[in-house]
């Protein structure tokens, strides 16, 4: 069975040298169907040089998702939605907002990675913390 | 909160002559921003004059006033119910219209006081984009289309100091 995981996620992995993108791959294809693996530090797994934090790996069916800290922001991926949530504990002034709804390249600024195609397609805040609604398209790992 | 308390909330601070006229003018602004679409270049005068430094210490415990999760939700709320109304309804371009601009401006430059006051790139950019508007709704009249090369130069700042930066 092919394994999905977030296009995002496939891009921040291949950001890594060629050795460890293997390695993380394969720790993705490797998890079970219906389970979850808990990671509260990536170092020393596979995942380590991704900068993630307090990672969370969920299997069902064919899709992968991830839950996981990038400094204090949350990120999780919804495969079965083609979705990642971002979480920002702060206020976002809404003209920034409103350039990465127009442009949502530039919600993720300048990176080594090749960033697939996305949109912002909802937003919402309160009590001083933002979500983003990301549209990503899946990949196929394997 | 709904709209009317929302705006009867910032008149409200901004008549308080308990606080400092920096507090007041951000939310003058504000409501001038949100409600009547619309910023005076006289206003924010008097915000640039407001924040010389003389009464920093007042003027940052008075930022609790301005943060409260409540009116900042609501002044998030009342921005964009313009900005939806704005956007047509097919959804594949996103057209900013002025009110829906300014409006956002009014939501920003209470969420971001702190910015404002220390003069941080972002309240600094906050500031250039509130001049740009003020300056448009004055020089061009309303409905004209604002050249939109103006606004690119404060919010690639803005952007900058938002943006999620992954490896």
Redesign the interface.
Known sequence: MSIKVSGLVAA?IE?LQPHRVAAAFEGLTDLEDVSRRYLHDTEGTEFEG??WHSLTLTRDGPFVDLEFH?KD?LFTTDCRRERVI?I?HQ?????????W??DPS????????TLPPMTLSDSS????VTSLILTVENRDIA | MKNASLADTLQVLADDSELTTFSRTLCRISRRALFEGRIHIEDLEDLAAATDGSDLSKEVRELRLLWK?DL??AT?TA??AL?ENARPSDAST?S?TGP??IA??G??VL??ADQILIGSP?GLA?IE?ARIEAKHLVELGEGEPLPSDDRSGP?SD???T??????
Do not use: C
């Open positions: 921040w950001g991704l900068g990038y922001i971002v920002l206020r976002v002034s809404l003209t920034v907002l409103t350039a709804r127009t530039t919600l993720l600024g300048s990176t080594a990675i805040s309160e009590k001083g | 999760n900042l939700d998030l921005a964009l900005t996103v900013e829906s601009r956002a401006l939501h920003d969420a971001h972002i906050l984009l919010i803005l952007l900058t938002f943006t999620i930066q992954i490896p």
